[in-house]
């Protein structure tokens, strides 16, 4: 009980802390306004992870990683690259920043995994729309990189490829799929509309996917919808082995593709 206490507790600081912004994941803010997760401990982080996962919190699991003071990160990554097939894309975009730092070619490959399975998850939702959230992602990853000085950083095709081989290899995440699709326009709008403010939503009735981007840091700091019904933002679990097999095939092959190309110039 003082666990499930504690984790709400933290759930609403790291909302709040989140949806701010105001500075880099893993800073430590000073004064009155210090970040409350400063005395965070090793055994805290796993345990609020562990819960995170079971109960699908993924916001709590995504702010905790990027969160977390200094060393309790650093005294987790072991646990977290052993655990890495359990976090939803948006764990994975902040254990990639924060690895930066830590080992700047790891943090490029977990980056890759968690831009390949955020394809993946999107595939799944109702709203298409969701797919162009990875932008903000991407965005947050490459400002970290400026941040760090790591602006000759490398890509290589071959790391993206060993995330394939990776995500391959590891069976995927068992977070509900409701948050992450309830996330594009329809579901926003959703949010904004019960909170009373839908007349100041930044796109239109007719707005399509690459209106999001554009957006996406307004976006993101308005209550996420509430609804955990899979049914009304996820795909039938029928259909998920087929759009999985096949968009795993496609992506294999733009990959395979771009590494002979490129080896021909």
């Known amino acids: 009980m003082r666990l499930r206490v504690f984790a709400g ?11 701010q912004a105001a500075d880099p994941p893993g800073s430590v803010q000073k004064g009155p306004t210090a970040d409350p997760l400063s005395n965070l401990t090793d055994e805290q982080f796993r345990e609020i992870m562990e819960l995170s996962l079971e109960k699908s919190l993924r916001d709590l699991a995504q702010g905790i990683i990027a969160r977390a003071p200094r060393p309790v990160f650093a005294s987790n990554i072991q646990w977290l690259e052993e655990n890495a097939h359990r976090l939803a894309p948006g764990m994975l975009y902040a254990f990639a920043i924060r690895m930066l730092p830590h080992d700047p070619d790891k943090a490029v490959f977990w980056w890759r995994v968690a831009r390949i399975r955020f394809s993946l998850d999107s595939a799944l939702c109702k709203d298409k729309s969701v797919g162009a959230r990875y932008y903000n992602y991407d965005h947050q990853f490459k400002g970290a990189v400026r941040r760090q000085g790591l602006t000759q950083l490398k890509v290589p095709l071959e790391t993206t490829l060993a995330a394939m081989d990776w995500i391959d290899r590891n069976p995927n995440h068992k977070v509900s799929l409701a948050g992450h699709c309830s996330s594009g326009l329809e579901g926003m709008g959703a949010s904004m509309k019960r909170q009373g403010i839908a007349d100041k939503s930044p796109w239109g009735a007719d707005s399509k996917a690459k209106s999001m981007p554009g957006h996406i840091g307004r976006v993101e700091i308005v209550e996420p919808p509430k609804e955990n019904d899979d049914s009304r933002w996820v795909k039938p679990g029928t259909e998920h082995g087929e759009i999985i097999s096949s968009l795993k095939r496609k992506i294999r092959s733009q990959i395979e593709t ?4 490129h080896g021909q110039r």
């Open 258 to 261: 771009a590494i002979k190309n």
């Open 9 to 19: 507790i933290m759930a609403a600081t790291i909302w709040i802390t989140c949806a």
